[in-house]
C-alpha cells in the first residue's frame, strides 16, 4: 500500500471558520508533510514532521496549526483563513531515512470566502 | 545549495512522438533527484528516482532518465507519448542532510491527437 489518503476532497470555508484537513498513511514512514500549491506553481513546503514531532516550519502564519497525533495521522487546522489562503493542500509522507522519496495524497482543493 | 531548473515551461508533442522533459541541477553533494507527475486538480505521482545506483533509471508508463554528471542533468524520456501523459512534469532534488525538497518550475507537457 503506496497510499497517502487526505480528506476532504474539497473544502469551502469563510474566513471566520475553524475546518481541519486530515491526512492518513500506512506505510509506516515516520516524516510527515503539509504543502501548499498554487494554480500552475510548484508545491511549497509548510510543515515537516518526524517521529510525530515537528521538524520544520516554513514561517507559515499561525492561522495554519499543524498536528500528529500518531504516527500514521497528520491534521491541519485552520482558522481564521483569507482569501489569498486558497489553494491546494497536499499531505506527503517519507520514510525517516532522509534523501529518499515522498508519497504524495490527491490533496485537498479549499476556497476560502 | 542545491537548486533544479527545468528548462522549458512548455513541451507540445504528438501521440506516438518522443518525449523529452529536460532539467538540469545544482548540488555540492551526490544528489538524490526524482520525477513527479501531476495530473489536474491530482497529487503528485512518483515517476522515477535516482539515488547514487544505476545512471539510468526505469520509471513507471514508460519513462525513464539518465543521470549525467558531467552534465548536471537528470533529463526525462519517453520513445512515445499517449494522450494520457498529458500533464505537469516536476524535478525535484531532495535538500542533503533534511527533509526538504526543491521543486523545479514544471513543465506542461500536451499531447497532440
Known amino acids: 500500500d503506496t497510499e497517502v489518503t487526505q480528506t476532504p476532497k474539497h473544502l469551502v470555508m469563510g474566513m471566520t471558520n475553524k475546518k481541519s484537513l486530515k491526512c492518513e498513511q500506512h506505510?509506516?514512514?515516520?516524516?510527515m508533510y503539509w504543502y501548499k500549491q498554487k494554480a500552475k506553481k510548484p508545491p511549497e513546503l509548510m510543515f515537516v514532521?518526524?517521529?510525530?514531532?515537528?521538524?520544520i516550519n516554513e514561517s507559515v502564519p499561525s492561522r495554519f496549526s499543524p498536528e500528529c497525533p500518531n504516527s500514521s495521522l497528520l491534521n491541519l487546522h485552520l482558522h481564521a483563513l483569507q482569501p489569498e489562503d486558497s489553494a491546494l493542500y497536499l499531505c506527503?509522507?517519507?520514510?525517516?531515512?532522509?534523501?529518499?522519496?515522498?508519497?504524495f495524497g490527491q490533496g485537498t482543493r479549499l476556497t476560502v470566502v | 545549495a542545491q537548486s533544479v531548473t527545468q528548462l522549458d515551461s512548455h513541451v507540445s508533442v504528438s501521440e506516438g512522438t518522443p518525449v523529452l522533459l529536460r532539467c538540469n541541477y545544482s548540488?555540492?553533494?551526490?544528489?538524490?533527484l526524482f520525477w513527479y507527475v501531476q495530473h489536474p486538480n491530482k497529487g503528485l505521482q512518483l515517476l522515477l528516482k535516482?539515488?547514487?545506483?544505476?545512471?539510468l533509471v526505469k520509471g513507471i508508463n514508460g519513462f525513464e532518465a539518465e543521470f549525467k554528471k558531467s552534465e548536471t542533468s537528470f533529463h526525462l524520456t519517453k520513445p512515445s507519448a499517449h494522450m494520457s501523459d498529458a500533464a505537469e512534469y516536476f524535478c525535484?532534488?531532495?535538500?542533503?542532510?533534511?527533509?526538504?525538497?526543491?521543486f523545479g518550475t514544471g513543465t506542461r507537457l500536451k499531447v497532440l491527437a
Open positions: 525535484v532534488v531532495s535538500v542533503a542532510g533534511t527533509y526538504k525538497y526543491i
Open positions: 514532521y518526524s517521529y510525530e514531532k515537528l521538524s
Open positions: 506527503a509522507s517519507s520514510r525517516q531515512t532522509m534523501n529518499t522519496e515522498a508519497f
Open positions: 506505510m509506516g514512514h515516520r516524516a
Open positions: 535516482y539515488t547514487s545506483a544505476a545512471t
Open positions: 548540488s555540492s553533494y551526490s544528489p538524490s
